[in-house]
């Protein structure tokens, strides 16, 4: 039932807005998205980004469980306020950037919610270390320069220590806590 409600819904919209009516392969817009991390030392709040995320997602809109998401992150370029913030994440206590210079997202399954959500079922990949990872989006279909694009945004709490990402001093959750935010506000181009 769930099924024909989806495709009932989801058919006339993309044929009112022309977007493709069978599988198509989405890519992310770097210049305008971005994926963010917000964590915090001794109380204080803190964010930082991940740059030049790649990603690609092959959404088909009359079938909207059937998905694959790729996302690849390099860790490298990350970009933060401080120097020696960055050198403190990239060292081998925390990302070990050199041994594990990028992260990745992989999903094969989506749950359409409603008209404008649904949720991404797949793992995430940090430090060699692969754990499940649910992402519920919210999604606008636009038109942008004549072109139609996918905006989607998400936030998920990760818990780094389960990822490696806290060895040595770095493993004490006294200074900075286990959780981190991962938010993610990105546009997606067909190709």
Same mark, same amino acid.
């Given at each position: 039932m769930r099924i024909l409600f989806s495709r009932a819904v989801l058919a006339p919209l993309m044929l009112? @807005?022309? +977007? /493709? &009516?069978? &599988?198509?392969?989405?890519?992310?817009? *770097?210049? =305008?998205? !971005? %994926?963010?991390? #917000?964590?915090?030392?001794?109380?204080? *709040?803190?964010?930082?980004?991940? #740059?030049? %995320?790649?990603?690609?997602? =092959?959404?088909?809109?009359?079938? *909207?469980?059937s998905c694959e998401f790729s996302v690849t992150i390099p860790i490298a370029e990350i970009s933060v306020d401080s120097p020696e913030v960055l050198d403190y994440l990239l060292d081998l206590e925390l990302f070990d950037v050199d041994q594990f210079p990028t992260a990745s997202f992989k999903a094969e399954k989506c749950t359409l919610q409603s008209m404008n959500s649904f949720v991404s079922?797949?793992? +995430?990949?940090? !430090?060699?270390?692969?754990? /499940?990872?649910?992402? /519920?989006?919210?999604? =606008?279909?636009? +038109?942008?320069?004549?072109?139609? !694009?996918?905006?989607? $945004?998400? =936030? %998920?709490? @990760?818990? !780094?220590?389960?990822?490696?990402?806290?060895?040595?001093?770095?493993?004490? $959750?006294?200074? @900075? /806590?286990?959780? %981190?935010i991962v938010s993610i506000d990105i546009y997606a181009t067909p190709q």
């Open positions: 009112f @807005i022309g +977007l /493709p &009516a069978q &599988a198509a392969t989405w890519l992310i817009d *770097p210049a =305008e998205s !971005r %994926v963010f991390f #917000k964590y915090s030392y001794e109380g204080t *709040p803190y964010q930082g980004e991940f #740059k030049n %995320v790649e990603a690609t997602f =092959e959404i088909d809109p009359m079938s *909207p469980g079922d797949g793992t +995430l990949t940090i !430090r060699d270390e692969t754990h /499940p990872i649910s992402f /519920p989006f919210e999604f =606008e279909v636009e +038109l942008y320069d004549g072109q139609v !694009r996918f905006h989607l $945004t998400s =936030e %998920v709490t @990760i818990q !780094r220590l389960d990822f490696g990402v806290g060895q040595g001093y770095w493993a004490n $959750t006294a200074a @900075i /806590p286990n959780d %981190v």
